[in-house]
Each structure stands twice: as structure tokens, then as C-alpha cells.
């Protein structure tokens, strides 16, 4: 029997698991499926990535910036566990925190989410970051330190704005001009 590749047991993870948080996760917390599902967006797109390498390929530069636009959603997904406040963890009198078995159960659907969307998400950056080195600078390896910098940045600014803006990346395909009047807002 062949063996099923890492991208694809990847993907059967990821896409299994935003069914689970889909139809496990109820308000408030119905968010989760919907920020996975973003965040599994730049680890496919870092997949199909290595299809088109090639520095003249149009598909892979417009890949690659589709990749930039949706990257900052994986490391996201670990914002989302300040939300674990809402699930009061902690008895109001002695501040030990409760043996509630939903709580927990929500607390570990939430902790797997982050830690899987971080894990892959570092992955495709690694990935991606040495494919563009390959592409750009094959002689110069160091640069690839370069790339992760700067990806790192663009997805810090990403985080911030996606947190605190409270805007998507897909609003950015959608409906450019207004993405970019609450940017400037």
C-alpha cells in the first residue's frame, strides 16, 4: 500500500478539523472554524507553490502574493486564545481553576487549533521562504534569514491588523478600496 504524503495528511488533518470545530463549536466560539479554515488558506496555497517554481511563472509570483496576503493568518489563530477568558476558568472565590469538563473540552479545541495552525503555518513559511530564495538568490542562502524576517513583519502587521482593525484578508480580494479607506481610517 503507498504511503499518503505529508502534505496530504496535512491537509486531511486541517480540513477534518474545521468540520469538527464547524459543527463542535458553539457561540461564542463558532469564530474557530472560520479563522482555521483561514489559516489553512496560505499553508495550501505554500503547497501548490512548489508546482509553479519557476522565477518567470506569473503563477507563482501571483501565488506568492496571494500566499503573503493569507500567511498572517496561521500564527493569528494563537490570538484567538485570549478568548479563553470568556470561559471564566477560575472559581470567583479561591481563583483554582474549575474542573468543568466543557470548559476543558472547549480549552483543548481551542490549544489544538493554535498549536496546529502555528505548527503548519512555520512549516509553509519555511517552505516558502526557500523557495524564494531558490528563486531569487540560489547562491546566496543567507538570504532566506532575509525572507523569513520580512514574512515575519508583513505578518505581524497582518496579526494587528486582523485583532485590533478586526479586518480579514479575504476583504482584501473582495472589496479592495474599502479595505484599504479602514486601513487609512
Not at 469538563?101 to 503548519?120: D, N, T, V
Amino acid at each position: 500500500m503507498k504511503e499518503i504524503s505529508t502534505q496530504w495528511q496535512i491537509r486531511f488533518f486541517l480540513i477534518a478539523w474545521i468540520i469538527i470545530l464547524k459543527f463542535v463549536m458553539k457561540a461564542p466560539y463558532n469564530f474557530m472554524s472560520f479563522n482555521v479554515f483561514l489559516a489553512y488558506v496560505p499553508i495550501e496555497l505554500g503547497f501548490q507553490l512548489r508546482r509553479f517554481a519557476d522565477r518567470r511563472s506569473l503563477a507563482f509570483w501571483g501565488l506568492l502574493i496571494l500566499w503573503i496576503v493569507f500567511y498572517p493568518n496561521a500564527p493569528y489563530v494563537i490570538t484567538d486564545l485570549f478568548h479563553l477568558a470568556w470561559l471564566h476558568p477560575h472559581t470567583s472565590i479561591s481563583g483554582i481553576l474549575r474542573s468543568d469538563p466543557h470548559m476543558w473540552f472547549i480549552f483543548s479545541l481551542m490549544i489544538i487549533s493554535a498549536f496546529a495552525c502555528a505548527l503548519f503555518g512555520a512549516i509553509s513559511l519555511l517552505q516558502t521562504s526557500r523557495l524564494l530564495t531558490m528563486m531569487t538568490t540560489p547562491y546566496h542562502l543567507q538570504w532566506r534569514l532575509v525572507w523569513i524576517t520580512l514574512c515575519s513583519f508583513i505578518s505581524s502587521v497582518g496579526i494587528y491588523i486582523g485583532r485590533f482593525l478586526r479586518l480579514h484578508s479575504l476583504y482584501i480580494l473582495m472589496t479592495p478600496s474599502w479595505f484599504i479607506k479602514q486601513l487609512l481610517a
